[in-house]
């Protein structure tokens, strides 16, 4: 009888202490993000465009981009800043456990994902959509003709099952040739094991541009996918969430602004723009809805610079962009005839 | 009639088929029409697979050049090694801030320096040298790669590491010159050889004690700035993960082995459950449930750094495959070694310490280096759980806007160095069993 006792007592102890231990009132992000004093931002394994690292251990990218512009937002100071990069089987778990405060990777958004596994994606940051690379000499000009082809993919993605779709649903009798990697893929392809490469149009831009004649191969004007890729946050922080949000908001209006990391501070200084005036923080208050400073959205131009900007440098024609045309595509700002559209800032 | 010869019969040389290399062709390579045909076939492959490598990897390769682009411009057909060259502080330091390299550097330096008595002549205490390696080492370059401010624990560590890196060196130093240890030259130099055993003892400890209040205030001045762990990355994280798995998989083995033969129930129990359960599970799965799962389990904000959760999956999961190792070689040892070892009236620890384990351990080089190679291999799935080692390094370079698509290169150059490591190792226990098995020459 007395061990039982003893033992009771000691299990209760035990969980005294582990109650104890549970924080009562929790914080929200932004709170714990300012304690901290950085962000801590989520991409992925190395991916050329979006997020990978420089010779010198540097990450750089359009995603990055996105973290950058908040921890600038936040701090006013684009490096106070954590890049994690996670494996696609992590990402989820590692932003609902708290590891992560956002993912800027590309993840596309789908209603099941936003819906089913307790996060929320914001405003994408890039249209892409699944095509396919062929040899220009093959003579192929459109993705109906590909009859009876061997196609060249990654497996596990959804890039396989729509691929499997487009097959079936034209009656084009498609085999796929799958990869675990899609630099073995690619190496595949070259060497005439497939007629064709299929993958994300951006992705598939980026690497044809690194073989070794480039103007032999061709992407095809069809697409069989919608992948909208946008940051995610943690379901449940409205405040945190807008955060992110206007962030992205923010530096898409820029672009459409005219502002550029270039002309911030001469037309902070001197514009007679009242949409340009509101947004840097000279009038009004719209940063006082965030939490943040009036100087928020001026810190992620000066620091982090426009979307229009960081789409030249990381996806398009910059010294360590990848070469995709901006331009008629959906990543285009909407006056242009594209996607990108912020709601207003007033 | 007998005939006898008196002269000796001068020896005939060997027939040419036994001593030329012909002869020995002939013999290995061409014996019949079937081997013949293996040679021919087997040369030609051979010099197909060496002239293609040598074209490509060397002759036709590009060493200089900014961009792939280049590369291809120069050579199309050949490597790209310019690209590996560009990333060799990415492959070698990780992310680490490149004006900080030297840290690493002389951790390496002091590793070195720490662990060349152990292979001198005429060095005394080697045992000791060998102990203070893997557990006060850790703590001076652990130092030396986080940086930071040091709280309490680690300055008292740190100044014993320090003081014992100082005391190794001059001992080795002063045993290799004279033959003698360093408290043996300490007590000749102080002339006080007279004196009374005990109060040569205190003199010792006083020198101790002084020393050490040197380094610690020393040290309380030397201050490096802190480099965040995920700044960690390439062979340094590899080898730091492998090191402390190696470092603690042998002694956390040897305890867990001798639980599983131990005569009390519970710590028998225990250490069997450990046992089954760590090696039935495949390591990422050890790696996932350390890094993802047990977060969830812990008061929330309360996050480890995710390398000292690797590093602990690491050390329990080897030190359980080592456990069974060292099981079997204990199983080898016959019963009239223990039986003896009672006789002379030693414990259980002195049966284990001094009559069993070293023989067991002996026994058992050729798998416990067998384990380490392993893991030092094993350690490249941790880039799974978004750590930058060696090998998410090589695999970022094909990523990289101007090196675009380079992946072969570095692969292969990741291979060399993965070969050249583990070559180093099974060679040096080759080494070992050779120095410990004297004395059983058959």
Known sequence: MMKLTTFLTSVAAVATLAVAATPVTAETTLEIVKKRGHVRCQVGPPSAGYYNLDAKGEWYGLDVATCQAVASAIFGDPKKLEIQSISSQMRFTSLANGESDLLSRTATWTMSRDTQLGLDFLQPNFYDGQGFTVHKDSGITSAYQLKGAKVCVTSGTTTELNLTDFSRANDLNISAVTFEDYNVRDETYLNGGCDAVTGDKSSMAGNMAAFPVPADHMILPETLSKEPLAPAVRHGDSQWRDIVSWTVYAMINAEELGITSKNVDDLRAKSDNVSIRRMLGVEGNLHEGLGLNKDWAYSIIKHVGNYGENYEAYMGSGEQGIGIPRKGSANALWTDGGLMYSPPMR | ?442
């Not at chain 2, 986080?146 to 060196?169: R, Y």
């Not at chain 2, 109060?199 to 040290?219: E, K, M």
């Open chain 2, 1 to 442: 009639m007998t005939v006898v010869n008196e002269k000796k019969t001068t020896a005939r040389a060997a027939p040419s088929s036994e001593t030329s290399v012909l002869g020995w062709m002939r013999k290995n390579l061409f014996g019949s029409a079937f081997n013949s045909i293996l040679t021919v076939v087997t040369l030609y492959v051979i010099y197909l697979t060496v002239k293609g490598l040598w074209s490509w990897g060397i002759a036709d390769a590009v060493w200089i050049a900014d961009t792939r682009r280049q590369c291809f411009g120069i050579s199309i057909d050949g490597a790209c090694w310019a690209g590996v060259i560009a990333w060799l502080d990415n492959i070698f330091y990780g992310r680490y801030p490149r004006e900080e390299l030297w840290r690493i550097n002389l951790g390496l330096v002091l590793l070195i320096i720490w662990m060349v008595p152990l292979w001198l002549p005429r060095v005394k205490a080697k045992i000791f040298i060998g102990l203070s390696t893997v557990f006060l080492y850790p703590f001076l370059a652990g130092y030396l790669f986080a940086g930071g401010d040091k709280d309490i624990f680690m300055q008292v560590m740190v100044s014993a590491a320090i003081l014992c890196l100082i005391g190794n060196t001059l001992h080795s130093i002063i045993s290799v010159m004279t033959g003698n240890s360093l408290a043996e030259t300490l007590i000749r130099v102080l002339n006080v050889k007279n004196a009374s055993e005990k109060s040569q003892r205190n003199i010792l400890i006083a020198i101790l004690g002084v020393g050490f209040a040197l380094v610690y205030v020393w040290q309380m001045g030397w201050y490096v700035e802190s480099v965040s762990w995920t700044k960690w990355g390439g062979l340094f994280l590899t080898m730091v993960i492998a090191g402390i798995g190696i470092a603690s998989a042998l002694p956390g083995g040897i305890f867990l082995a001798l639980g599983r033969r131990s005569n009390l129930p519970v710590i028998r129990i225990i250490s069997t459950a450990f046992i089954e359960l760590f090696r039935s599970v495949p390591l990422i799965t050890v790696l996932f449930m350390a890094t993802t799962m047990f977060p969830l389990f812990m008061p929330e904000g309360f996050i480890l750094n995710k390398l000292t959760q690797v590093i602990i999956a690491v050390c329990l999961f080897n030190a359980c495959y080592m456990a069974e190792t060292v099981r079997a070689g204990l199983q080898a040892i016959p019963k009239g070694q223990f039986e003896g070892a009672h006789t002379i009236g030693l414990g259980y620890w002195g049966t284990m310490g001094f009559i069993v384990m070293p023989q067991a351990l002996k026994h058992m080089i050729p798998n416990i280096v067998g384990i380490f190679i392993g893991l030092l291999k094993d350690t490249t799935l941790v880039s799974i759980i978004g750590l930058f080692d060696i090998l998410s390094m090589l695999r970022a370079i094909s990523k990289d806007t101007p090196w675009l698509g380079l992946h072969k290169e570095p692969l292969l150059f990741g291979a060399m160095l993965f070969f050249l490591l583990c070559f180093v190792m099974s060679k040096y226990s080759r080494h070992m069993e050779a120095k410990l098995s004297t004395t059983h020459k058959n």
